[in-house]
């Protein structure tokens, strides 16, 4: 962490001199990884020496964390990152803010690390006055993984799991509808006859 940028430089340098490069990000490079860093060195560069570039799809940690918990991602969904390195804690809450007001599914990203220990709180605080405590609440570590755990809780007992969340820990947190049942979460798209 806090080296990307470099990192990025550095395999643009070599990419300039004709050597194939792969920057690696884990998930997907274009979510919180490492493709927007990339295009933006690039596209600061002048036109002519820009090396070509490739993005190859991941397979993003909100959905690998979905699948290991249902389908709870079926209808509209917001996705945050709790990690105020890059931005500022007001955006953040703001973001939390219309997220839960606006009835989405979240998933959480970054939402506890040793030296962040207070924002998860935060943010639960706010999506707590728009969701019940029965809500449905995923915790995913290491998804698809070697460590891998998933639980299912719900947002009125998340507390009692916070030693357990940290930097590889994604939360995905139900809409007013979301329901959990036998070890599941879903989260109905509407269809009739259900």
């Known amino acids: 962490m806090m080296q990307e940028v470099e990192r990025c430089k550095i395999a643009l340098e070599l990419a300039a001199t004709g050597r194939r490069v792969a920057v690696v ?6 979510i919180y990884g490492m493709a927007g860093l ?41 996705s945050i990152s709790l990690s105020d390195l890059l931005t500022p804690w007001e955006s953040i809450e703001r973001r939390v803010e219309a997220a839960a007001s606006a009835d989405f ?25 728009y969701r019940s405590d029965d809500t449905p609440v995923g915790i995913v570590r290491n998804a698809t993984r070697e460590g891998e755990s998933v639980v299912l809780t719900t947002l009125g007992t998340l507390s009692e799991h916070y030693d357990s969340i940290d930097m590889l820990t ?25």
């Open 105 to 129: 599914v979240i998933a959480l990203y970054n939402p506890k690390s040793k030296k962040r220990i207070t924002g998860l709180q935060r943010a639960l605080d706010i999506v707590s006055k």
């Open 25 to 30: 990000s884990s998930g997907d490079s274009g």
């Open 38 to 78: 990339v295009l933006e060195l690039v596209f600061a560069g002048e036109k002519e020496t820009r090396p070509e570039v490739e993005i190859i799809a991941g397979v993003p940690a909100f959905v690998a964390a979905a699948a290991l918990l249902g389908a709870p991602l079926m209808h509209d969904f917001a």
């Open 170 to 194: 994604l939360l995905l947190i139900g809409s007013s509808t979301t329901r959990a049942k036998d070890g599941l979460m879903v989260t109905p798209r509407g269809y009739r006859g259900v």
